[in-house]
């Protein structure tokens, strides 16, 4: 009902946020679109689920989250994908590598000191009731 869609469009509205600012930040350039495929022919061979910070905001606009939980299931793709296409010791991969750290931490370090607790459980509430 009414309030339900209240707490969903404030999901949306912080998800929004947060995937914003991401993208805004330079040391995330690699991950604001998805790998391009005719520059990297194997990515798709390598990486089953793909995931940059474009594709958050068009599944946020889908209404696909319903939980901050969902968006971070598809958020740590995004470095779980960039370590695992990136491990050799050459200083290109070192560089993304340390690039999908500093995003993981960033991400996490966000959720811990902006998502209020009470409204994630309102969120799995919603989530539980459909
Ligand atoms: C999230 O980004 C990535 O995982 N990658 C891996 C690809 C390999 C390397 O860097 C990427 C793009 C690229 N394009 C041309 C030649 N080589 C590269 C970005």
Redesign the pocket.
Known sequence: EQQEEDVLRELRLFLRNVTERLSLDRRFK??TKP??IE??PD?MLVIRKPMDFSTLLTNIDEQKYVTVGEFMSDAELIWQ??LE??PDSDP?DRH?RHRACALKDTVRAIIRDELDEDFERVCEEVKESR
């Open positions: 690699a991950f790998v391009d520059e990297v990515y994908n960039a296409y990136n290109m993304i």
